[in-house]
């Protein structure tokens, strides 16, 4: 029985899982955008939104949470400067919903599977320079 199991396994184990979501929202915050399955753009949005709201308030305990909810390496700890410093003073009006999942049409050439583009909301793309 399945009682109260929430999530999806993505089909690893559980220190390989959590080392996924560590790895995937330090991508996240690094380049603000990211393409992934649905799947893992689903599981990825709560942790996500959880470290950008754990930021929202700087001081030594929240900062440590999030070092080692990213994974406690040199990355994770300039990753979490960027999440403190450069992302959460501009979410600091919104309540929540940080974070926008937007699904592809095409479809991932090896498996088929299908794809989604994970973004924080204030992401802006560069502007395309007009030839």
Not at 37 to 59: G, H, Q, W
Not at 90 to 109: C, F, V
């Amino acid at each position: 029985m399945r009682h109260r199991l929430a999530g999806r396994k993505l089909n690893r184990s559980r220190p390989h899982y959590k080392r996924l979501l560590q790895n995937l929202a330090c991508h996240l915050f690094q380049h603000h955008r990211i393409v992934t399955t649905v799947a893992k753009a689903k599981e990825l949005r709560p942790y996500a939104e959880k470290l950008i709201t754990l930021a929202k308030e700087k001081n030594i305990p929240n900062v440590r949470r999030a070092v080692a909810a990213l994974g406690n390496n040199r990355q994770a700890k300039d990753v979490a400067r960027h999440l403190f410093d450069d992302i959460a003073p501009t979410m600091k009006d919104r309540p929540g919903g940080y974070t926008r999942i937007l699904r592809l049409s095409n479809r991932r050439l090896g498996d088929g599977g299908e794809q989604a583009i994970i973004e924080l909301v204030n992401y802006e793309p560069a502007a395309q320079e007009e030839e």
